[in-house]
């Protein structure tokens, strides 16, 4: 079965440090672009992260220079590695595979989160 | 203040049909394929329409997804009460090098 779960949340003090994991089954992470998308309490989604197949990565300016995203082969899982968190990192973290296929002009072509984990809340307060 | 522009609430009834609005730029909608979400209460987000009107497989084709210029649009036909949801476009920007989402648009079916 295709499946993505997440650990490492919790509660933690301002400008402290956090890492979430998210271990995959049932498809190979090297192989797809892999991403990080929270939500605040009563609020919308908004996107933290991605990591290529090819290891490029990408942030949104809210985490960028605190946040990062790495993955491990071995263990086929992602990791966020937050760094100096702020309250408004409250969230809950939602670990999601990017979908890969092939478009109408034949390009192969990554687009939409096709799986997503069951997400890990994050409390950022004193 | 989200990127992309939806409707913040929708009603209908059951049996009806609703499109929901997503307004972007050029440098997202313009140019990078829509993906859409479905979000139950408590749950985590699912994808409904990606590459602006394709389905996922074990997705009905009571949703259907378009696109044209700026803005896409998702349509639900045949309304149930189980469709009740917050729904989210989201795409690429190529201007933030980041994925984009809208802000949301509660559904409610009555």
């Known amino acids: 079965e295709v499946q993505l779960v997440e650990s490492g949340g919790g509660l933690v003090q301002p400008g402290g440090s956090l890492r979430l994991s998210c271990a995959a089954s049932?498809?190979?992470?090297?192989?797809?672009?892999m991403s990080w998308v929270r939500q605040a309490p009563g609020k919308g989604l908004e996107w933290v992260s991605v990591?290529?197949?090819?290891?490029?990565?990408y942030y949104a300016d809210s985490v960028k220079g605190r946040f990062t995203i790495s993955r491990h082969t071995s263990k086929n899982a992602v990791y966020l590695q937050m760094n100096s968190l702020r309250p408004d990192d409250t969230a809950v973290y939602y670990c999601?595979?990017?979908?890969?296929?092939?478009?109408?002009?034949?390009?192969?072509?990554?687009?939409?989160?096709?799986?997503w984990g069951q997400g890990t809340m994050v409390t950022v307060s004193s | 203040q989200s990127v992309l522009t939806q409707p913040p609430s929708m009603s209908a009834a059951p049996g009806q049909k609703v499109t929901i609005s997503c307004s972007g730029s050029?440098?997202?909608?313009?140019?990078?394929?829509v993906s859409w979400y479905q979000q139950l209460p408590g749950t985590a987000p699912k994808l409904l329409i990606y590459?602006?009107?394709k389905r996922p497989s074990g997705i009905p084709d009571r949703f259907s997804g378009s696109q044209s210029g700026t803005s896409a649009t998702l349509g639900i036909t045949g309304l149930q009460t189980g469709d009740e949801a917050d729904y989210y476009c989201?795409?690429?920007?190529?201007?933030?090098?980041?994925?984009?989402f809208g802000g949301g648009t509660q559904l409610t079916v009555l």
């Open positions: 999601a595979r990017v979908k890969n296929y092939f478009d109408d002009s034949g390009f192969e072509t990554n687009d939409g989160f096709d799986i």
């Open positions: 989201g795409t690429w920007d190529s201007s933030l090098s980041a994925v984009v």
């Open positions: 990591i290529h197949s090819g290891d490029s990565t």
């Open positions: 590459d602006n009107n």
């Open positions: 050029s440098s997202n909608i313009g140019n990078n394929y």
């Open positions: 049932g498809f190979i992470v090297i192989n797809n672009y």
